[in-house]
Antibody, heavy 126, light 113 residues
Framework: QLQLQESGPGLVEPSETLSLTCTVSGGSISSSSYYWGWIRQPPGKGLEWIGSIYYSGSTYYSPSLKSRVTISADTSKNQFSLKLGSVTAADTAVYYC??????????????????WGQGTLVTVSS | DIVMTQSPDSLAVSLGERATINCKSSQSILYSSNNKNYLAWYQQKPGQPPKLLIYWASTRESGVPDRFSGSGSGTDFTLTISSLQAEDVAVYYCQQYYTTAVTFGPGTKVDIK
């Protein structure tokens, strides 16, 4: 059974870089036809997609966060990671990682998210 | 970006009664070449990650009870819980994947009346 687990600091200072890692077990991130994504949820609010990566390194980012986001993958560790720069209090959220199917022809077309990790709360505060 | 809206924001339904949640996209998410609607539904219980219920607007994920059903096409979609159970108390989200920049609706909270 595929499982995902987020890890990283729970507290980040304003203007610093938020860094999280998602470790995948029970399956390989090198599987074809799947992208691996990050989604966040501010306390008491809805879901926001941040970005997604294919094991080859191909990435897609949310237009609203693109300038601050980098997602990378380490196939040897079966992990993928998120870096979000210049954080403010508005970046306080539960951060989830998840798998999503993709159809790739010339471009790739992302699908739904399943399964999800349990999520990790990151608070931006001094 | 495609903007997703949901209605109502919240609803309370008696046990065993029907719950209906609406989701609307700012543009059509029906892909004409395959006649598929690029919409998924999720259930999120307190303190848990979202759980996929339905994709392609009406295909139930394996293991999801058949009291959950999805319908609609183009820009207007519905998630129906035919007979509400206590364990269905949750927030429900729709998500479009018609564009690479996937987006979610704001959520609908379902409670017991």
């Amino acid at each position: 059974q595929l499982q995902l687990q987020e890890s990283g600091p729970g507290l980040v200072e304003p203007s610093e870089t938020l860094s999280l890692t998602c470790t995948v077990s029970g399956g390989s991130i090198s599987s074809s036809s799947y992208y691996w994504g990050w989604i966040r949820q501010p306390p008491g609010k809805g879901l926001e997609w941040i970005g997604s990566i294919y094991y080859s390194g191909s990435t897609y980012y949310s237009p609203s966060l693109k300038s601050r986001v980098t997602i990378s993958a380490d196939t040897s560790k079966n992990q993928f990671s998120l870096k979000l720069g210049s954080v403010t209090a508005a970046d306080t959220a539960v951060y989830y990682c998840a798998r999503h199917p993709a159809y790739c022809g010339g471009d790739c077309y992302l699908r739904w998210f399943d399964p999800w990790g349990q999520g990790t709360l990151v608070t931006v505060s001094s | 970006d495609i903007v997703m809206t949901q209605s109502p924001d919240s609803l309370a339904v008696s046990l065993g009664e029907r719950a209906t949640i609406n989701c609307k996209s700012s543009q059509s998410i029906l892909y004409s070449s395959n006649n598929k609607n690029y919409l998924a539904w999720y259930q999120q219980k307190p303190g848990q990650p979202p759980k996929l219920l339905i994709y392609w607007a009406s295909t139930r994920e394996s293991g999801v009870p058949d009291r959950f059903s999805g319908s609609g096409s183009g820009t207007d979609f519905t998630l129906t819980i035919s007979s509400l159970q206590a364990e269905d108390v949750a927030v429900y989200y729709c998500q479009q994947y018609y564009t690479t920049a996937v987006t979610f609706g704001p959520g609908t909270k379902v409670d017991i009346k």
